[in-house]
Structures are given as structure tokens and as C-alpha cells.
């Protein structure tokens, strides 16, 4: 199957990869020279446009930072043409990026209304999720549409879900971004705390580990350093999720809450935390670094 793949950054890059050791013939572009020149080495071909790229594509797999970009790129901007206007065929159009659900179904009306399937296909699982192919895809749109997208979702994922109709997808990427973020603050918080009284952090996060407070972010994502080797708290915080995305997704919750009338003082407080976190000259690292927040003043 041929696809095109817009958008290579920490996630997309690995994505594209795994699309090619599933065998399809994947079309690359982003704005980053050495994004594309990776993904040639892997055995994709470049395209100079994303227009181009799309040229003769049974699937379009799109992956970029945030729905200002998704809507330039479906619906085009003053400096760059509509992609659904430039399409030679009809194309499967799948998006895996994290956008606010309006975002989404605006794009997939005018989808619909140029006779296009369009998906709005979220991921979870992080940069080590896409490497390994393990990553979750919540979808969004039609029965038909996720059906034709299934056998791709499944080359970069384990887990595929149907969430329901258009815009669906990123409701649930939503809610499950803002239990992230307050689950590692919350961790951060409790980890802090208890060094701070006197405890070994690789101790107290077994304890915890095996008791009630066990959750994603302290059993498998660890935000100590030194305490889980492969996380990136042991890499000075570099690679993973950053806190600036973390922090753009923290912000989608309370947009939708607010537009839904929603409680959400624990969402709150966590897109707080990390706001600040990501204003202290944090935001490329690692989102885990919200402990870094607790230890202001120790390192």
C-alpha cells in the first residue's frame, strides 16, 4: 500500500518506520531536512511538498504538533494551498495528532463535503510507544472509515479504538492527557515528599508500586531519576512526552470543560502546575520533570 506520511517529529518519525517494516511503500514529508533524510535511510522516498507526497497515496497519515497546523494543512492558509483541494484521488486521511475536537470535526466535514474520509486518530504511549509499535490509537469518525484504517493502525499500534463519530477520538486523548498530567504531578508530589522525610525514592516507589497509590506514571514512567534506567527522569529528562505538549493537552481539557460547563479543579490544577513548570524554562523536557518543580532549590 502506498501512504503518505506528513510530519516526522518524535512521534511521527518512528510511526513512518514501522509503516515501513510492515512493508508499505510510505511517501515522507516534513519541514525538517533531517527528518526526511532518516526516513530515506529507513527505505522511504521524499516528497518536496505535502501536496506531493499525497500524490497517488491510498492513505494519508498526517502527525503535527497542534490544530493550528492540522487545519493549515486540510484546509490550507494564505501561504499554503488546501491539501483536500489538491488531491488526485480519494484517499483514506487519517490524523494522529492531539487538536481540540472542533478542530477535528471541521476538518472532517470538509472531508465529507469533497467526498473524503477523514479520521481524527490520536495516539497514547509516548515516543517509546511509536519506536516499538506498542502505541494506542482512539479514533474518531465512521464505522467504514476505521475499518479501512485498522490493518495501518495496526502496523505503528497494539491497541485500536473506535470512539465514536468524528472528533470522538480527540475527546477521549483529552480526558486521557489530563489523568496523565494529574497523575505524574501527583506522583512528583508524593515522591517529594517522602525523600523529604527521610525515604529512598527506588524504596518508597516499590512500596507504592504494590500498594494502593500504584499507577502509569509511577510503575512504569518513573519521574525520580535513577529509580527506572530506561525512563527519561535518568536521562535528564530529555526525549518522551514534553512538557510543552503536555501543557498545549492540559489546556485542551479546560477549553472543553469549560465549553461543556465540566468540573475539572483537579485538570486544573495539574495544567497550572505544568504552566508554570513549562515557564521556568522547562518546556522541552520531558513532562516526568514536573518533579523537578518539587525540588526547586535541592539540585
Request: net charge negative; aromatic share 6%; hydrophobic share 45%.
Amino acid at each position: 500500500m502506498q501512504i503518505a506520511f506528513i510530519g516526522l517529529g518524535n512521534m511521527g518519525g518512528p510511526m513512518a518506520t514501522n509503516l515501513l517494516k510492515a512493508g508499505h511503500q510510505v511517501v515522507v514529508f516534513d519541514l525538517v531536512e533531517s527528518a526526511i533524510q532518516t526516513l530515506e535511510a529507513a527505505g522511504a522516498r521524499r516528497a518536496p511538498s505535502a501536496a506531493e507526497a499525497a500524490q497517488g497515496a491510498e492513505v494519508v497519515v498526517s502527525m503535527l504538533p497542534a490544530g493550528v497546523h492540522v487545519r493549515g494543512l486540510y484546509l490550507g492558509r494564505e501561504d499554503q494551498p488546501s491539501l483536500l483541494d489538491a488531491l488526485d484521488g480519494k484517499p483514506l486521511l487519517i490524523d494522529a495528532s492531539t487538536i481540540a475536537p472542533e478542530d477535528a470535526r471541521l476538518v472532517a466535514e470538509a472531508a465529507r463535503e469533497r467526498g473524503l474520509e477523514y479520521l481524527d486518530a490520536p495516539v497514547s504511549g509516548g515516543v517509546g510507544g511509536a519506536r516499538a509499535g506498542t502505541l494506542t490509537f482512539i479514533v474518531g469518525g465512521s464505522e467504514a472509515g476505521f475499518a479501512q484504517a485498522r490493518p495501518v493502525l495496526e502496523a505503528m499500534g497494539k491497541n485500536v479504538f473506535h470512539a465514536g463519530e468524528s472528533g470522538a477520538g480527540q475527546v477521549a486523548k483529552i480526558c486521557n492527557n489530563m489523568l496523565l498530567g494529574i497523575l505524574m504531578s501527583g506522583t512528583a508530589e508524593a515522591l517529594s515528599l517522602g525523600v523529604k522525610n527521610g525515604l529512598d525514592p527506588t524504596v518508597l516507589s516499590e512500596i507504592m508500586k504494590q500498594s494502593s497509590g500504584g499507577n502509569w506514571a509511577l510503575n512504569v514512567y518513573n519521574p525520580w531519576p535513577g529509580v527506572m534506567e530506561n525512563a527519561p527522569a535518568s536521562n535528564d529528562y530529555q526525549g518522551g512526552f514534553l512538557v510543552d505538549l503536555m501543557t498545549k493537552d492540559l489546556g485542551l481539557a479546560w477549553e472543553m470543560a469549560l465549553e461543556s460547563r465540566a468540573a475539572v479543579p483537579m485538570g486544573s490544577q495539574a495544567r497550572n502546575l505544568f504552566v508554570q513548570h513549562a515557564a521556568q524554562g522547562s518546556g522541552r523536557l520531558d513532562f516526568s520533570s514536573i518533579q523537578r518543580f518539587y525540588r526547586a532549590g535541592e539540585e
